[in-house]
């Protein structure tokens, strides 16, 4: 039986950091938008988003986040790609500091910035919300990215993966 217990630190500390961005960047959006400056256009803004059906508004809220998010992911992991195809076999890279990338931090710590986005974007929109294929997805995607950090498996193929 796998057991997800040996998460490493670096993993945790990105999921954490993916759920208080989520959070952090919802709650951004929302003051915004809801408490701007004067003017004709964010009155305007704020009249559309308000007179939205709740499913709608709760999507457009989850802009910030999402765009916030895949920069993230892009900018993180997109440099230590080729360090990982040149050396496949080199297995996961736990560590939370590295000496490669554009930011320093390493794979793991953007995994868990991935499933600490998924599982906050899931929370926060719900089941009804989200739709059948994107319930499947948040958790397909939460709970592969986990297992294949427990077992070690697949980091290069899975950083390509998630830009698909």
Known sequence: MISLLPLPGSFLYGAAAGSVGFYASLWAMQTFVCYHPPSPYFSRLKHRVMSLPEKERYYFWTLAPSTLHAIVQVVGTVAFLPRMRDDPIYGWDRRTVVEYGLTGYGPAVYSGI???YLISDFFFLGPRRL????VFHHLSASVAWTT?????????????LQFC
């Open 114 to 116: 991935f499933v600490g």
């Open 148 to 160: 294949s950090l427990v077992l070690n498996v697949f980091q290069y193929p899975g950083q390509l």
């Open 131 to 134: 739709g059948t294929a994107y």
